[in-house]
């Protein structure tokens, strides 16, 4: 049964800085597409960021350079660094998994989806 458990969320001022963690069971994150969605209010949900199973990293363009996804494989946990917060970043945030080595965009090609994990950035 695969389970995934975001932690990290919070409230910050713009500028501030948020590590998102991403527990997963039943699910083997380095051999796998593992992604970082959200979905702000009123909003559609959004990719955000993805790492493959030969570890390449992507991010959507408004967070380029200031997010960072990455992977501790040992705690087969996922991460989402987020610096230089802005108020347009306010959203639910989840982590994604799909059994299948390459990643995708659409929030529909996901499986399993964790819980989410509420992230406030105020102006």
């Known amino acids: 049964q695969v389970q995934l ?18 527990a997963a069971s039943g699910f083997t ?48 946990t996922l991460f989402l660094e987020m610096n230089s917060l802005k108020p347009e970043d306010t959203a639910i945030y989840y982590c994604a998994a799909r059994f299948n080595r390459w990643c995708e965009i659409h929030a529909t090609l996901f499986d399993y989806w964790g819980q989410g994990t509420q992230v406030t950035v105020s102006s």
């Open 29 to 76: 994150l380095s051999t796998n597409c593992v992604v970082w969605f959200r979905q702000g209010p009123g909003k559609e949900r959004e990719w955000v960021a993805s790492i493959n199973a030969l570890g390449v990293t992507r991010t959507a363009n408004s967070v380029e350079g200031r997010f960072t996804i990455s992977q501790d494989n040992a705690e087969n």
């Open 5 to 22: 458990v975001e932690s990290g969320g919070g409230s910050v001022n713009a500028g501030g800085s948020l590590r998102l963690s991403c």
